[in-house]
């Protein structure tokens, strides 16, 4: 029988194939993508990022030994990524702090949602919702990060997330939540099972969106 987690990353193969493929990060190769995209992007990602880590935080609250808390702790901050977020600023000739936050578009939102819904009551739930976020990263990251060096902005970004930077961010997180599922899945039942195996699906989705978001501007239609 495969692994919980085999299941996961095959059964994630289309969406994964997808990212790889959308114009976002194939543009980011060519360098043709947008400033208007890149800067979009990156005040998403920042909401993001915040967010994101509070998920962490509350799977350090679920946690139910010191291995799981000791697994999650780390990811309780955002600080290797705001790097990459100012190569990306920098390429697009700007600053954060002349572009400043924006709010949250429609995917955000939806996609924050999912995380903190999903994984409201349980440690594994809680894992399994953050984990298509760095797993695609990792995966577009070595399949794209050969295509290009590291002596520009742009694909210092990409070879960020290739795990080839661990001066910066170690992405071995990956292996080590996928391994704390595997480990654990005999005690969920088939219906929890089942219910993360969705939740994984929806998150690598929202990850796809995430990117067409930022390319596509996607704005809500109201203005407050
Ligand atoms: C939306 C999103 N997903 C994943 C990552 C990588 O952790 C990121 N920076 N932003």
Known sequence: MSKFSETLVEQAQPILQAVISHPFLQEIITGEISND????????????????????????????????RALVAPSITTEAEIIAHEWLLEHAGTTL????????????????????????HNYFYQITAVLPCMWIYREFGHNLGPKVGTDTLLGRWLHLYANDMPEYFEMSIVDD??????????????????????????????????????????????EA
């Not at 702090?97 to 409201?120: D, F, M, Q, R």
């Not at 996928?178 to 993360?196: G, I, R």
């Open 37 to 68: 995209a890149l800067i979009t992007y990156v005040q998403q990602d920042e909401y993001y990022l915040g967010e994101y880590a509070k998920a962490f935080a509350n799977a350090y609250l679920l946690a139910n030994d010191d291995a799981q």
């Open 97 to 120: 702090a002349e572009v400043g936050l924006a709010k949250p578009n429609p995917n955000t939102v939806a996609y924050l949602n999912h995380i903190k819904a999903s994984g409201a």
């Open 177 to 222: 939540l996928f391994a704390m599922l595997d480990t654990h899945m005999t005690e969920l039942s088939a219906y929890d099972q089942a219910n993360l195996i969705e939740i994984f699906l929806r998150g690598c989705e929202y990850e796809y969106h995430f990117f067409d978001a930022a390319y596509r501007q996607q704005k809500w239609l109201y």
